[in-house]
């Protein structure tokens, strides 16, 4: 008996290992990469579950001021039929009467605050350190840069978190209100995933009506938990013609099995079951696609996310897209690294 293994993470650790997705890719021309996507995409998204029902957005505009040549607004609008979130919008200074700028929405990661140091609020010293340790501020800089940016919170984080002010449920008794939240959204037929996701297309729905946004010309990126949410994004809203992953590249049986470091919001119900996150990721091809790899990452390890992005770069490649994805492997650790992201949203949306 001593000689046998007793540990359950073990065993969860070499069944990864040992595990071939049922729909890993495998084709080797354009059109068997056309056939694995049209069989493959609709099972992956049968893992969401039932998606929330939309409900109209009843927009309210909560705050608006000006912040290094910027105009920064604070809206609420519903999300669903029992749940509102508040958007913070960018938008760039210069504009001219009638003109309209392409549109980013920006996810954030996890961390201690959500949309709002994403789109440049420091407000605090733990604010400010944030965005230091992270170059997280993206929203504020693509904005900077010229485009309109609008960001909301993912369930937890920002004013989504049932800890702080105005929610103050504190219930979670010391454990991880993403695993919670979707344990209750599996327990009604649903994914943390497609609540978030719907939460953005909704976003992205009353963006897209703000004069100064051209709908046609829209992009999505995101840091970590914001990277998945940007791929999912991507994925299930056709309206993005570009996205960037940041620091969200590495393999399943590595990241996830072997570090435990995933949680209840980047998981749908037999995903690792159809596709590792390569192969998820390539279901994005032909979209034009940017990655953000940190060197030295302490999250996603810089040899299992370069192996992940090897096997995306095949995919597009067999795709016959292989121009459209990009990659910004830079010195740093779990952060945007900011080095291709103007000229690539430059490229595919312009301004």
Known sequence: MSFRNLSPQHMFEQMALEHEPEAKFTATSTEEFQAWKSA?????????????????????LLAEWDQDGLQCQKWLIDVGPYISTTVYVNIPSGL????????????????GYGKEVVMGIGATPSMRDEINRFNS??????????????????????EHNDNTKPNWRNTDR?????????????????????????????????????PMVNPDQLGVMGISGGGTMTLWSALCDERFAAAEIICYSDLWAHFGFRDLNYCGMQVAPGLYKLVDLPDLQ?????????IDIGAEDNTFKVDTAMACYRQ????????????????????????????KSEAFFGKYLGL
């Open 40 to 60: 493959t995409y609709p099972k992956v998204m049968a893992t969401l579950g039932t998606m929330p029902e939309r409900v109209p957005l009843n927009p309210q």
């Open 96 to 111: 001219q009467e009638g003109e309209q700028r392409a549109a980013i929405l920006c996810w954030h990661g996890h961390g």
């Open 137 to 158: 501020n993206f929203g504020y800089q693509m904005a900077q840069s010229g485009y309109v940016t609008y960001a909301i919170d993912w369930f937890k984080h920002g």
């Open 174 to 210: 010391g454990r991880d209100w993403c695993n919670l939240y979707y344990l209750n959204a599996t327990m009604l037929g649903m994914t943390l995933i497609g609540i978030h996701v719907t939460h953005g297309m909704a976003a992205t729905d009353f963006v897209s009506g703000l």
């Open 282 to 290: 390539g279901l994005l091809a032909p979209l034009p696609l940017l």
């Open 312 to 339: 995306l770069e095949h995919i597009y490649e067999v795709a016959g897209v292989r121009k459209k994805l990009e990659l910004d492997l830079h010195p740093g650790a779990h952060a945007w690294g900011g080095n």
